[in-house]
C-alpha cells in the first residue's frame, strides 16, 4: 500500500489538536469494548444495509458476521457501520430516485470515518450500483460482497421466482385466466427465502458486472443467498479486504475502461437488465470513464447471448450457479474480453481465466458456436424520437414485432395510464404502439412503469406483446417490446413530449431506430409552446430535480460524475 494503514488514528475530528482528538477517539473506541491491542490494528469498514424494508438483505447479520470473521481472522479490526438501505418495492416513488443518496452516503462514511479498506455488503437493484458508485469516488480500497439470489418456491409442481413469474401469472390474472384464489396462492409462493430475485434482474446483473468489473472475488456473483458457501464468500472477502491494505489496489485500478467494456460484453451475454446499462454508465462515470452507443451497440452485435436464464429464458439464478456461474461464462467469452485487466486480488483475468472449471451444465450456459441468441441482449436506438438514445433489450421482445410501424396511443403521465389504460371506451387496437410521456428522471424519478400493461380489453382478447415507448425504466425481471430511456425525457421537452395520439412510429430494430413520423416543423412547433413540470421546492427531491442527469449519462448528479476524489 502506498500510505501505511492509519486504523483508528485516520481521519481525525478536527478540534484544533491532533493529539487531544486521538486521545477523545482511544478512549471512546475503549467504551466498545475494544482492547489496546485491537485498536492498534488497521481497520476494514463493512458498509452493511440491513433494513426492516429490505427483504433481500434479510441475511445482512450473517453476512457481516462472517466478514469480520475474515477480517479478523487475516489481522486487522473489523468495523460495520450502516448505510441507507434501498428495498426495490418498499420505496416511493422509485427506489431509482434514492440509488445516488445511497452512493453519496456510501462514498461519504468511507471516506469520514477511520478505515483503512471497505467491504460493501448490497444485493437489491439499487444498492450494489450504489455501493460501487461510492466506493469509486471514495477510492479507497474496497471490495463488493452480494447478499445473493433468492431460491425458487414451488406452486401445483412448478417452480417460481420472483419476479418474472410474479409478472407472467400477473398478466395472466388481468387476462382471467388465472383466478382471484389462484392469484393468492401464487403470491405467497414467489418469494420464499432470503436473498435478490431468483431471474437474471437487476440485482444478478449487477453482481455479475460487479465480479465482471472485477470489484467482487471470482466465482461470487450467484452463490445463492441461504447456500453455505455465501457465507464462505463473505469471510473470504473479508480475509481479501485485508490483502487490500498490502497491495493498495483501489477501485480506480479496477473499474477502467477495458474493465467496463468487459462489463457490457457480460450484460449482453446473460440477457442482462436494461436498468444495468444506466448504473454501469454511472459507476464508470464516477471515474470518467465513457462508453459511446455506437460501441455498446458494436459490442452488443459482437456478443452472443449465452446464459439461458429468465426473462430471456427459462433457468433461474440457482441453475445459474449450479451451472458454473459467471466463470463459465468468462471462459466462453475470452476471446471477445480484454484479458489484461486486473481484479481486486491482483489477479490478471488471463491467469484467472486460464484455469479450466471442472463442470458447466450447457443446459444453462451454453457454448459460444451454440447460443441462446447470436447477438447480445441489449441495444441503443435513436431517431427523431430519441435523439440522444433509448435503450432496446431485444433479448426479452417479440421479434416478429422488431420492424413495426404504428399509431400511437398517448399517456401524458403515470396518473393518465392508471385511469385510462383499462378503461373500454380506450381508442386501441392490435398494432398500435403504446408511449407513455412525464416518466423520466426529472418527471418522475424515472420509475419502473416501462413495462406498461397491456390494456385489458386487447389482454383478454390474447393479445400477449405490444411495442411499448416511454422514458421510464423497466424491471430488469420483465419482458416485451419495450422502448425505454428514451432521452431527452419528456419533461426536459424531449420529442416524445410532442407525440400526439393517432401519430406514425417506426421501430426498426435492424436499423436501431426508433423515429416519431412527423414533419420536424410540426414536432418543432408543438413543442414551442412546451412549459416544464413545476420543480420541487425543498429538500433532496429538489436536489434531485436540479441536479439528475439524463438515462445515458448515467442519471447521476451532475456534481458527482469525473474524476475520483483525490
Ligand atoms: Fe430486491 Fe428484486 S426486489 S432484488
Given at each position: 500500500m502506498t500510505d501505511k494503514p492509519h486504523g483508528i488514528g485516520g481521519g481525525l475530528t478536527n478540534y484544533g489538536d491532533p493529539d487531544f482528538a486521538r486521545y477523545l477517539r482511544r478512549s471512546f473506541a475503549r467504551s466498545m469494548g475494544l482492547s489496546t491491542e485491537m485498536l492498534a490494528k488497521p481497520i476494514v469498514g463493512i458498509a452493511m444495509t440491513?433494513?426492516?424494508?429490505?427483504?433481500?438483505?434479510?441475511?445482512?447479520?450473517?453476512?457481516?458476521?462472517?466478514?469480520?470473521?475474515?477480517?479478523?481472522?487475516?489481522?486487522?479490526?473489523?468495523?460495520?457501520?450502516?448505510?441507507?438501505?434501498?428495498?426495490?418495492?418498499?420505496?416511493?416513488?422509485?427506489?431509482?430516485?434514492?440509488?445516488?443518496?445511497?452512493?453519496?452516503?456510501?462514498?461519504?462514511?468511507?471516506?469520514?470515518?477511520?478505515?483503512?479498506?471497505?467491504?460493501?455488503?448490497?444485493?437489491?437493484?439499487?444498492?450494489?450500483?450504489?455501493?460501487?458508485?461510492?466506493?469509486?469516488?471514495?477510492?479507497?480500497?474496497?471490495?463488493?460482497?452480494v447478499t445473493g439470489p433468492m431460491s425458487t418456491g414451488r406452486y401445483h409442481g412448478q417452480r417460481l421466482g420472483a419476479c418474472t413469474d410474479c409478472r407472467s401469472f400477473w398478466g395472466k390474472y388481468r387476462a382471467g385466466t388465472v383466478s382471484e384464489t389462484q392469484i393468492t396462492e401464487i403470491e405467497s409462493q414467489l418469494s420464499v427465502t432470503a436473498g435478490t430475485c431468483a431471474v437474471m434482474g437487476t440485482a444478478s446483473t449487477m453482481a455479475c458486472i460487479a465480479e465482471a468489473l472485477g470489484m467482487?472475488?471470482?466465482?461470487?456473483?450467484?452463490?445463492?443467498?441461504?447456500?453455505?458457501?455465501?457465507?464462505?464468500?463473505?469471510?473470504?472477502?473479508?480475509?481479501?479486504?485485508?490483502?487490500?491494505?498490502?497491495?493498495?489496489?483501489?477501485?480506480?485500478?479496477?473499474?477502467?475502461?477495458?474493465?467496463?467494456?468487459?462489463?457490457?460484453?457480460?450484460?449482453?451475454?446473460?440477457?442482462?437488465?436494461?436498468?444495468?446499462?444506466?448504473h454501469l454508465t454511472a459507476i464508470a462515470g464516477r471515474l470518467g470513464i465513457r462508453i459511446s452507443a455506437e460501441r455498446m451497440n458494436q459490442i452488443s452485435d459482437e456478443t452472443p447471448v449465452l446464459v439461458d436464464l429468465k426473462p430471456v429464458g427459462e433457468g433461474y439464478m440457482e441453475d445459474f450457479h449450479a451451472a458454473g456461474g459467471l466463470g463459465a461464462v468468462l471462459r466462453e467469452l475470452k476471446p471477445l474480453l480484454h484479458l489484461d485487466t486486473m481484479d481486486v486480488e491482483g489477479t490478471i483475468l488471463a491467469d484467472r481465466l486460464a484455469e479450466p472449471l471442472p463442470y458447466v451444465d450447457r443446459s444453462i450456459i451454453r457454448p459460444f458456436n451454440d447460443p441462446v441468441s447470436p447477438v447480445g441482449g441489449l441495444i441503443t436506438l435513436k431517431g427523431s424520437l430519441a435523439p440522444d438514445g433509448a435503450i432496446f433489450k431485444r433479448a426479452a421482445a417479440t421479434p416478429q414485432l422488431f420492424e413495426s410501424e404504428?399509431?400511437?396511443?398517448?399517456?401524458?403521465?403515470?396518473?393518465?395510464?392508471?385511469?385510462?389504460?383499462?378503461?373500454?371506451?380506450?381508442?386501441?387496437?392490435?398494432?398500435?404502439?403504446?408511449?407513455?410521456?412525464?416518466?423520466?428522471?426529472?418527471?418522475?424519478?424515472?420509475?419502473?412503469?416501462?413495462?406498461?400493461?397491456?390494456?385489458?380489453?386487447?389482454?383478454?382478447?390474447?393479445?400477449?406483446?405490444?411495442?411499448r415507448i416511454s422514458d421510464a425504466r423497466m424491471s430488469g425481471t420483465a419482458f416485451g417490446t419495450i422502448v425505454l430511456?428514451?432521452?431527452?425525457?419528456?419533461?426536459?421537452?424531449?420529442?416524445?413530449?410532442?407525440?400526439?395520439?393517432?401519430?406514425?412510429?417506426?421501430?426498426?430494430?435492424?436499423?436501431?431506430?426508433?423515429?416519431?413520423?412527423?414533419?420536424?416543423?410540426?414536432?418543432a412547433r408543438r413543442l414551442a409552446g412546451f412549459a416544464p413540470p413545476p420543480k420541487p421546492k425543498r429538500g433532496y427531491k429538489a436536489l434531485y430535480r436540479n441536479t439528475v442527469t439524463q438515462a445515458p449519462e448515467g442519471c447521476d448528479f451532475d456534481f458527482l460524475a469525473g474524476d475520483a476524489a483525490p
Open positions: 440491513p433494513s426492516g424494508f429490505n427483504n433481500c438483505h434479510r441475511s445482512m447479520d450473517d453476512l457481516v458476521e462472517a466478514v469480520s470473521r475474515g477480517v479478523l481472522a487475516a489481522g486487522a479490526l473489523p468495523r460495520p457501520f450502516p448505510t441507507i438501505s434501498l428495498g426495490e418495492v418498499f420505496l416511493n416513488p422509485t427506489s431509482m430516485m434514492y440509488r445516488n443518496l445511497m452512493a453519496m452516503d456510501t462514498e461519504e462514511m468511507i471516506g469520514a470515518q477511520p478505515m483503512d479498506a471497505v467491504v460493501l455488503i448490497g444485493g437489491c437493484d439499487k444498492t450494489v450500483p450504489a455501493q460501487l458508485m461510492g466506493a469509486a469516488s471514495a477510492n479507497i480500497p474496497a471490495i463488493q460482497l467482487s472475488l471470482p466465482g461470487t456473483a450467484a452463490i445463492p443467498a441461504v447456500n453455505a458457501h455465501r457465507l464462505v464468500a463473505a469471510e473470504q472477502s473479508g480475509t481479501a479486504a485485508v490483502r487490500l491494505l498490502t497491495t493498495g489496489i483501489r477501485p480506480s485500478q479496477v473499474i477502467t475502461h477495458k474493465s467496463v467494456e468487459n462489463a457490457l460484453r457480460v450484460l449482453m451475454c446473460i440477457g442482462g437488465s436494461t436498468n444495468a446499462i444506466v404504428g399509431r400511437a396511443v398517448v399517456f401524458t403521465s403515470l396518473d393518465d395510464m392508471a385511469a385510462r389504460v383499462d378503461d373500454p371506451d380506450l381508442d386501441v387496437a392490435e398494432g398500435d404502439i403504446l408511449v407513455l410521456q412525464n416518466a423520466g428522471p426529472h418527471a418522475a424519478g424515472m420509475p419502473e412503469a416501462g413495462y406498461l400493461s397491456i390494456p385489458k380489453k386487447l389482454a383478454q382478447k390474447g393479445v400477449k406483446d405490444m411495442v430511456h428514451v432521452a431527452p425525457e419528456a419533461a426536459i421537452g424531449g420529442p416524445l413530449a410532442a407525440v400526439r395520439t393517432g401519430d406514425r412510429i417506426r421501430l426498426s430494430v435492424a436499423n436501431k431506430s426508433i423515429d416519431l413520423l412527423v414533419p420536424a416543423e410540426e414536432i
